[in-house]
């Protein structure tokens, strides 16, 4: 049976597209973010998290489209780099209190400017590099701050698809959507 070609589903306003182009690199928090917020701890003390698959799909497509996700985050723990090395994702630091040098440290690595810059952040450490990207977003549970800080806030909860949400709007912003989508019509 031929089904017609995969056409998008997403609808977005306009004015949001228009301001989520040109990005190039988008500054993820991890915890509240990337995962639930919630730490879980093993019998012998390990931190464990949860990441949303539909989370690390996105990711990769942003990476398709030549779009750079960096980690900017204040904790560290193996099970998050070991996350990251799964979705390939190169840009990270780990235990900053301060991400607005850390972030920047990623720019002058990728040689880009805050104007090509995009972040999602839920709560108050992620304010400064929110505030300083050209486009942000927050998971729907944020902290009221950074929800109003954002350009736009997922109907999502952090670690339970926020993050794929932001990546389809990026995707969209910056012609890549439609594409990448019509590779899986086959």
């Known amino acids: 049976?031929?089904?017609?070609?995969?056409?998008p589903r997403q609808q977005w306003d306009p004015q949001l597209l228009l301001k989520a182009q040109g990005i190039r690199v988008v500054f993820f928090d991890v915890d509240g973010v990337l995962t639930d917020g919630g730490l879980y701890f093993s019998g012998e003390g390990e931190v464990l998290k949860r990441f949303h698959t539909l989370d690390g799909h996105g990711?990769?497509?942003?990476?398709?489209?030549?779009?750079?996700?960096?980690?900017?985050t204040g904790r560290d723990s193996a099970p998050l780099r070991l996350r990251l090395k799964q979705l390939g994702i190169e840009h990270a630091r780990f235990g900053t209190e301060d991400k607005v040098p850390a972030a920047e440290s990623i720019l002058a690595e990728l040689g880009l400017q805050w104007q090509q810059a995009a972040a999602m952040g839920d709560d108050w450490p992620?304010?400064?590099?929110?505030?300083?990207?050209?486009?942000?977003?927050?998971?729907?549970?944020?902290?009221?701050?950074?929800?109003?800080?954002?350009d736009w806030v997922s109907g999502k909860n952090g670690g339970e698809g926020a993050v794929r949400q932001?990546?389809?709007?990026?995707?969209?912003?910056?012609?890549?959507?439609?594409?990448?989508?019509?590779?899986?019509?086959?």
Do not use: W
């Open 1 to 7: 049976m031929n089904r017609p070609a995969l056409t």
């Open 59 to 72: 990711l990769k497509m942003l990476q398709k489209a030549g779009i750079t996700p960096a980690v900017v």
């Open 126 to 150: 992620d304010l400064p590099v929110m505030r300083r990207s050209h486009f942000s977003c927050a998971p729907a549970n944020a902290h009221d701050e950074a929800s109003h800080v954002a």
């Open 166 to 186: 932001f990546c389809d709007l990026l995707l969209a912003a910056n012609g890549a959507y439609a594409a990448l989508l019509s590779g899986y019509g086959s």
